[in-house]
């Protein structure tokens, strides 16, 4: 009996072992499997000529729905797809539609887009990845074609301090009907930005040995490639670049349209822009001679960046040169400290140095940039990438300039209050949470100034609103019909991986799980998100600055959730005197008990609908108030 108890046992325990050696024996299998067709799948690239210059291009696995795609640059359209199969090792075979192909071998593609089958072949003759295979072509849109050393390294960015990491390469440009336009050795290629370089589609910049013009822009050795990753619509930054250029008679940064390639790997459609630098053609001012600054925010400072923090709280990173000693700190600090003094006092005179507004700071290009940050809504006003410098060190006024960085514009950021375009942010000073050190104390102070208002008014009425209207009126539009294609394969290309933790979008704009590189509807959409908000905010500004029809502001408390809580604010509302308030926002609370708004004042209850005659402060409150204020109040 026991035995027999003991065989039942040992075979019981052999069958087990059977099972999990089987078991691990088919997770191997799927490993090799896998790992093999990676090997041969990052071994095998496609090879064309143009002009003389071998390029490559690599194939895209979207692995959910097992198929590879080929990306491919707009002047295919007009010249053909054919191919040499090429592996780095000069050994492979692959089939497509049964079809074999070894390397060095001619494969043509017929341009229907159809799915064809691709199979892997090894050195062995063994198969691997059995797949769809479908060849994308773009339109309209210039190349930039990259070949640096580590892809890998360079794309896999998480943490802002690894943008440190840069290459050395080359690159190939070809416009949209296959002319090569530039080829250049590079000086380095690294990953650029904050938010954006942790992002899986990584926004680069990328500098020459000596100065190179670039789709009709002037020569520089630095440029920038804006990836665009948190903006459905694409425009962004190219309308308010185009906006400042021709509004602003100062250097200010152009961009076009391009699509990149690193490595024979599609990266998708970005915005060529000139950098933000100290160069010819760019900032014209001596190093050594001037001030470079910009207002940064205070976790983004780098250990070796020099800058100030003046009496009011503003920082200021120093761009002129990498050391700046103690003793200019100060001279900077003080002028900074002067300057706000000035604007800060109700006469417009400094306590420090007894000087007007207008001598210590070029009010025409503050006006300007105010324009900018007013007419865009961005987020960042007065916080960071705002630039300003001064010609000569020493009694030279202050100018803003140049304006950058707008893909969290126009209604594309997750807060309220930059959401709503009937609304002058820029004149507001608590632009982030209470206590936060980053403030928008410059514009929102600026403005303030009578000087500086008369200033800014004239300028929006002789020079913004004629530019904000031709934009309206055409050029929005233009740049949807050239970029559509390729933006359709940008958005197949990286979809819900594009948008980064602050930029939250309704549900009517959110990516789908899959896109369809064919459907539109994604970016008309988007696209008419940013037509609807600089609509509104040109009838708003008109009315306020042309038309100069009296407001009220409506300040509505943030000590309740109407945002989350990384980015709670304070919402302010322009309301026309005499007019209903819209738009105020509908919370419940866990139970469905809904806030509503109390006049901090009166303690009268504020809803949407009420006719609003003065400026009023509202908080939200829980329960049901028992006085209302009358609509005809």
Known sequence: MHSRRCLGNKIHIFMITSACLMLAVLLAGSYIRTDHEKELTDSLFFEYHLEGETIRFKLWEDAEAEVYYLFLPSFFAEKGKEFFIRYEDGRGVVKIDGVSYGDGDLFAEDGREDIHRLELLSVFGRSYGDKGFRVLVSEKVPTLMFTAQAQEELLSIEEFDNKRYLETGSLVMADETGNIVCKESLEKLKVRGNLTATLDKKPLTFSFHTPIGLCGMAPGIKWNLLANATDGSYVRNKLILDLANESISAYEPEGAFVEVYLNGGYQGLYLLTQAVEIAENRIEINPQESWFLEMELDFRLEEDTPYVITDKGQIFAIHTKTYVSEAEKERIRHRLSDIESAFTAKDGVSLLSGKTLDELMDLESWAEAFLIQEISGDHDTGIASQFAFAPQKEDSL????????????????????????????????????KGNANQNRWFAALYQNAQFRKVLEEKYQTVFRGNLEKILNGEIEDYVEEIERSAGLDAFRWHEKRLGWMFVLPEELRFPDVCDYKDYSQLESHVQMVEDFLTQKKNFLDKLWVEHREFCIVE???????????????????????TPLQGLPQFTDEEGIPYEYVDRETKEKVSDGAIIWEDCVLEGVMGQCTTDLDDGQ
Not at 556 to 578: A, C, H
């Open 398 to 433: 202050l100018y803003a300039g140049p304006v950058w960085d707008f893909d969290g514009t126009m209604g594309n950021v997750n807060t309220a209050m930059y959401k709503n375009p009937a609304a002058l942010t820029t004149s507001i000073e608590q632009t982030r949470p």
């Open 556 to 578: 509505v408390r943030n000590d309740f959730p109407v945002l989350n809580q990384d980015y709670n604010q304070t919402i302010y509302y322009w309301v026309e005197k005499g």
